[in-house]
């Protein structure tokens, strides 16, 4: 599933006008030819964007990597 997402640019690059232009942080933005503008920034859904891992048990550091890798989220230990 694509989202839409906004977009940090306001003009397209020359060779990408008129055609989607990928991007190598997983999006794909739309131009419109005539004016060069960004229409809208399409990203894939991150199904563990933003889980919070904080006290995961019985994962390896290889797992809790990949976890991490996935958009999850741990926090630093709680002063208590």
């Known amino acids: 599933m694509l989202t839409a ?3 940090g640019e306001s003009r397209c690059p020359p060779t990408a006008c008129g055609q989607p232009l990928v991007g190598g ?5 739309l131009w419109q030819a005539s ?3 960004c229409l809208r920034t399409l990203r894939a859904e991150r199904r ?3 889980l919070d891992i904080t006290g995961l ?7 809790r990597a ?3 890798a996935l958009g ?4 630093d230990s709680i002063a208590e």
Do not use: D, H, K
């Open 5 to 7: 997402a906004a977009s």
């Open 25 to 29: 942080e997983g999006t794909v933005r």
């Open 35 to 37: 004016s060069g503008t």
């Open 48 to 50: 563990y964007e933003g």
């Open 57 to 63: 048990s019985g994962v390896t550091s290889a797992q």
């Open 66 to 68: 990949a976890l991490l």
């Open 72 to 75: 999850t989220i741990e926090q």
